[in-house]
């Protein structure tokens, strides 16, 4: 497969003015690239094993922007271990700085979005471990969401306490929050659960 046409796959899934800076970072450290189906336990991954090598996968229902988010977030980890092995946090310092230099060239609003790069900026002064950890990223990002019937979805932490909500196959009423998350109660069983802030649900037409 030539150069031209593997840029055409990355053009499927990133902002097209920053799909070639995505396919050299994948020329560049050769790694297994897998486009997978959504993961409610993640948005992508990284992984070295031996007989396999380096692979890198991010889930096919992201916007581009958030696929480029979570595939840069995903090399920053190759690049940190190919520096540092596993002698260092995962989320360090040594992976803050290496997101942060694989994304500064792209940090421009003739590339991206201007909304999106002041976001970027602020995020990458401390990424957390996850972009859904920083609500002003989760915001702007879910605003390039392509609508669907079933995504109705709001913020929980938008819902006022008590609202009654739908979270995957559970319907669930809003608690107290405990640090970044709520404590919320199954309507049916009672069961409590803790459900992240910046989770999207879908209220229930009972809602309180």
Same mark, same amino acid.
């Given at each position: 497969?030539?150069?031209?046409?593997?840029?055409?796959? $990355?053009?499927? =899934?990133?902002?097209?003015?920053?799909?070639?800076?995505?396919?050299?970072?994948?020329?560049? =450290?050769? $790694?297994?690239?897998?486009?997978?189906?959504?993961?409610?336990?993640?948005?992508?991954?990284?992984?070295?094993?031996?007989?396999?090598?380096?692979? *890198?996968?991010?889930?096919?229902?992201?916007?581009?922007?958030?696929?480029?988010?979570?595939?840069?977030?995903?090399?920053?980890?190759?690049?940190?271990?190919?520096?540092?092995?596993?002698?260092?946090?995962?989320?360090?310092?040594?992976?803050?700085?290496?997101?942060?230099?694989?994304?500064?060239?792209?940090?421009?609003? #003739?590339?991206?979005?201007?909304?999106?790069?002041? &976001?970027?900026?602020?995020?990458?002064?401390?990424? &957390?471990?996850?972009?859904?950890?920083?609500?002003?990223?989760? #915001?702007?990002?879910?605003?390039?969401?392509?609508?669907?019937?079933?995504?109705?979805?709001?913020?929980? $932490?938008?819902?006022?306490?008590?609202?009654?909500?739908?979270?995957?196959?559970? =319907?669930? !009423?809003?608690?107290?929050?405990?640090?970044?998350?709520? *404590?919320? !109660?199954?309507?049916?069983?009672?069961?409590?659960?803790?459900?992240?802030?910046?989770? !999207?649900? !879908?209220?229930?037409?009972?809602?309180?």
């Amino acid at each position: 497969m030539n150069k031209s046409r593997k840029i055409t796959s $990355f053009l499927d =899934h990133f902002p097209p003015k920053v799909a070639e800076y995505c396919f050299n970072l994948w020329d560049e =450290h050769q $790694f297994d690239f897998i486009v997978s189906k959504k993961r409610d336990s993640k948005l992508g991954d990284f992984r070295y094993a031996p007989d396999k090598g380096y692979q *890198i996968t991010v889930n096919n229902n992201l916007n581009p922007y958030a696929f480029l988010v979570t595939y840069l977030h995903e090399v920053a980890h190759l690049v940190t271990y190919l520096k540092f092995k596993n002698k260092v946090n995962p989320h360090g310092q040594e992976w803050k700085d290496a997101f942060l230099e694989l994304f500064d060239p792209l940090l421009d609003p #003739e590339l991206l979005p201007e909304e999106l790069v002041n &976001v970027l900026r602020a995020y990458l002064k401390n990424p &957390v471990a996850t972009s859904n950890g920083f609500t002003p990223m989760v #915001e702007t990002l879910k605003k390039f969401d392509v609508p669907t019937e079933e995504d109705a979805a709001i913020l929980l $932490f938008k819902l006022p306490e008590g609202t009654k909500f739908k979270l995957k196959n559970l =319907h669930l !009423q809003k608690g107290k929050l405990r640090r970044t998350r709520y *404590i919320c !109660q199954e309507v049916n069983t009672g069961k409590l659960y803790l459900v992240a802030k910046n989770a !999207q649900v !879908q209220t229930s037409e009972a809602s309180t």
